[in-house]
């Protein structure tokens, strides 16, 4: 549902972006990954309108370079790196924010607020001020504003996309695996997730389709298990690693292995291997 | 029973919680009233003492022979276009700095403070100085319309500029806006400066008692020279308040949530420029209104737009409308510029909430 054909983009004079193809499915959780540089958030504005580029994004059929902002609003939710607020909003107010297209829904608005508040195990904190949390409850809270606006994976037949710039970036390792279930829940329910991340075992696990990204191009894509390889992940990241399952059969993992050159470890090869 | 009684009381609230809009549509209500009886207040007091009863009764019941015919002339030709003169400024200057404020998402961003109503000032004087010569068949063309109109545009330009300096990549730099105001507030005086260089004795005296910030000059013509401006804008300015909170997460956000934000940024830009050049044509430079009443409504109502700035509107009128009783009664039968009295108040305002800011921001 989401098709981006020969993207370029240009910051000043330098091109960030070389000609990237991909596709994200509907019912798909989408994983961008790749070093820093590598043009990942470069991509992820090119996808989602925020940034002039040069080639053909569409999602669902509507082409982004000449949709109405209301329209795709509609259509997608995304997620940035960073929200800073000036004013007092409170929490609740803040994730009011994520109605503000109006395209809803059966539910009531304060029940939506507080579903989505819930959902990123922030149910009770709507009466806090969003500028006293941490990060990590910002970018909950943030989140939670997203997923207000796209609240239905499907709704009138079209499905829906979160795009996520880096969700679980200062966030403790449980309320990651709890933003990572909210994506695969929403990807399972019939919505697109396209999420940039930089922890290669969570992608690894979560992902239906990743990404991998080296200097402004794709260096490869396809299934998890196909693109995380000893020799992609040293390609594009310049250390050795490893892949591996403990126990056979369970969900593999990476590896990086830490001064293997100086313990004679080079070689990925000679690391556990699938 | 008493704990499941409790429990019960407390579930509603809490899904409420943070959710300010029931507290925010009572102070509304509650200012509208006290607008009101400010104004009655405002229009009975005066030089000459006349009940604000029998003022109020006599134009409620439009029996005439309860007031004198002197009386009469006090309040309606003088004490009246004062009043609405005064309502229509306060509110456009507090409607106008909450506006800039979200547009900037910064609570410092004041059209007094930042250049726009020096710009304004500078449209103003250009054409108080030469549109009896030089500018005669432009002043001509636009009537009554010529000074607000010369404003208007003045605060455009500025307003324009200012946002183009202090904005990049859609984040808003608030030392460059600062510094860029100080730069274009110099620029507006020099030229302003040049102006009056050139005036006659009589553009002088009026452009004294103007640069102080006045209404006490305020006429039928000025009234309706300007509410024509300041109405329209204090009515549409509600329908901004989506995307005004939109934009305070930022410009990309904002158009992720809907908003198209080049259009909407102009729009905010002119409406802005408009409110400021109409209250600065009439009124000269009465500072800080647009500052004070959005930070003490947001502290109070929090800063959500659809109420902020009805809010504003109101509590605006209300604190122009006793600025102007203090202005007319502390040195009385004289009158200070009202200019003077917003300044004395709002500029340790200002500081104060910069000090209160100091340690959350790079300012």
Redesign the interface.
């Known amino acids: 549902m989401l098709t981006a054909k020969n993207i370029h983009v240009r910051l000043g004079k330098t091109e960030i972006l070389h000609g990237i193809d991909m596709a994200a499915s509907q019912d798909h959780f989408t994983v961008i990954i790749g070093p820093n540089g590598s043009g990942k958030t470069t991509l992820l504005?090119a996808l989602?309108?925020?940034i002039g580029f040069d080639g053909d994004v569409h999602l669902n059929g509507v082409n982004i370079a000449s949709a109405?902002?209301?329209e795709?609003?509609?259509l997608?939710?995304?997620l940035?790196q960073a929200?800073?607020?000036?004013?007092?909003?409170?929490?609740?107010?803040v994730v009011r924010?994520?109605l503000?297209?109006g395209?809803q829904t059966g539910t009531d608005v304060?029940?939506r607020i507080?579903q989505a508040l819930d959902a990123v195990d922030m149910g009770?904190f709507?009466?806090?001020l969003y500028?006293e949390l941490s990060g990590g409850e910002q970018q909950r809270v943030q989140l939670a504003r997203v997923l207000a606006?796209v609240w239905e994976p499907v709704f009138e037949g079209m499905p829906r996309c979160l795009f996520l710039d880096e969700p679980i970036s200062s966030l403790d390792i449980k309320h990651q695996l709890q933003i990572m279930q909210i994506a695969r829940r929403y990807a399972d329910a019939g919505g697109g997730v396209v999420a940039i991340l930089h922890d290669l075992n969570l992608t690894a696990h979560y992902a239906d389709h990743v990404v991998l990204m080296k200097q402004g191009e794709v260096h490869g894509c396809g299934a998890p298990r196909e693109v995380l390889t000893p020799d992609n992940l040293e390609t594009v990241y310049g250390c050795p690693m490893a892949v591996g399952q403990v126990p056979p059969g369970m969900d593999f993992f990476v590896l990086p292995l830490i001064d293997a050159a100086r313990r004679g470890l080079a070689s990925p090869k000679l690391a556990v291997s699938n | 029973m008493s704990i499941s009684l409790d429990a019960a009381a407390v579930r509603p609230a809490d899904a409420q919680a943070g959710d300010r809009t029931v507290f925010a549509r009572r102070v509304i209500v509650f200012l509208a009233i006290f607008l009101l009886i400010t104004a009655v207040l405002s229009l009975a007091s005066g030089a000459t003492d006349t009940s604000a009863v029998s003022v109020v009764w006599a134009l409620v019941s439009g029996q005439d022979d309860l007031i004198s015919a002197v009386e009469r002339v006090v309040i309606l030709d003088i004490r009246m276009p004062r009043t609405l003169l005064g309502m229509m400024i306060g509110a456009s200057l507090a409607v106008s700095g909450a506006t800039m404020q979200g547009l900037f998402r910064n609570p410092l961003a004041d059209p007094g403070i930042v250049g726009v109503s020096a710009g304004a000032g500078l449209g103003a004087v250009t054409f108080i100085v030469l549109g009896g010569s030089v500018l005669a068949p432009v002043a001509a063309l636009f009537g009554i319309y010529h000074v607000p109109f010369a404003a208007f545009l003045g605060g455009l330009a500025f307003t324009f500029a200012l946002y183009r300096i202090s904005t990049s990549n859609g984040r808003t730099s608030v030392a460059t806006m600062l510094l860029a105001g100080i730069a274009l507030g110099a620029m507006a005086g020099a030229f302003t400066g040049l102006l009056i260089f050139w005036a006659d004795d009589n553009q002088l005296r009026d452009l004294t008692f103007w640069g102080l910030g006045s209404v006490a000059g305020a006429t039928w013509p000025k009234v309706l020279a300007v509410a024509p401006i300041i109405l329209p804008i204090l009515f549409f300015a509600p329908f901004m308040a989506r995307g005004l909170n939109a934009m305070t997460l930022g410009e990309a956000t904002a158009q992720h949530l809907g908003i198209h934000v080049q259009v909407f940024k102009r729009v905010a830009i002119v409406m802005v420029a408009a409110a400021t050049g109409a209250a600065v044509a009439v009124s000269g430079g009465i500072g800080f209104v647009g500052i004070v009443v959005p930070h003490l409504l947001r502290l109070s109502i929090g800063p959500d737009h659809r109420y902020l700035l009805p809010a504003c509107a109101l509590l605006g009128a209300i604190m122009l409308l006793f600025a102007d009783a203090i202005a007319r009664q502390i040195v009385a039968p004289a009158e200070l510029p009202i200019g003077i009295v917003t300044a004395t108040v709002g500029a340790p305002f200002f500081l104060w909430i910069l000090l209160r800011r100091r340690g959350l921001m790079d300012i």
């Open positions: 504005r989602t309108g925020e109405r902002p209301a795709l609003a509609s997608r939710g995304v940035p929200a800073s607020l000036s004013f007092p909003f409170t929490v609740h107010e924010l994520g503000t297209t395209v304060p029940e507080g009770g709507g009466g806090r500028q606006q």
